[in-house]
């Protein structure tokens, strides 16, 4: 499946800022490719550095990790719960409360990176096993209707965001 594939139907509206910034991707590559890229890159931010937040009020580097880690496995799990229970509805997640409760739990560098590898790792698999029919498959989010399919490039359009943050505002 490829990005250009969705439909706006097939989404919430809030999923264009991060989803149309792709342009045409391939689901599983998308996903295998922004993992090597993004773990590349974070390799070369000092371990210290990764406790830097660019204003008062704001992420660190690690507790901007750590939401991508979070999101990812939240939309995992609203990407299987729609492919196996089209229709159904779920409920938002407070991301900021998701933030503020791992605070108590941040790890190192290379605990944080191999945490968001395996989540990506997971996702990857996890999008492979659905059939084309289940990547079409939508259920309702917040109201709105959201694709299987939708919910996977969400996560590589969100990864993108924060990536971008990071280099304009971070580093």
Do not use: C
């Not at 890229?37 to 507790?63: D, P, V």
């Not at 880690?69 to 196996?84: G, I, K, M, N, P």
């Amino acid at each position: 499946m490829y990005s250009t594939d969705l439909q706006q139907k097939d989404y919430p509206d809030y999923f264009n800022k991060y989803i149309v910034p792709l342009g045409s991707v391939n689901l599983i590559e998308g996903l295998n490719q922004s993992k090597d890229s993004f773990l590349i890159y974070m390799q070369t931010i000092e371990e210290q550095r990764y406790n830097y937040s660019y204003q008062q009020g704001k992420w660190s580097i690690a507790e901007v990790v750590q939401h991508l880690t979070d999101t990812e496995r939240v939309f995992q799990y609203r990407a299987f719960h729609f492919a196996r229970n089209p229709e159904s509805e779920l409920l938002g997640y407070d991301h900021e409360l998701f933030a503020q409760n791992a605070k108590r739990s941040l790890n190192s560098k290379s605990s944080l990176l191999e945490q968001y590898e395996s989540v990506r790792n997971s996702s990857v698999k996890l999008f492979e096993s659905f059939s084309n029919e289940e990547l079409l498959n939508r259920g309702i989010l917040i109201g709105q209707y959201a694709s299987v399919g939708a919910l996977g490039f969400f996560i590589l359009g969100h990864q993108k965001h924060h990536l971008d943050i990071l280099k304009n505002r971070y580093l």
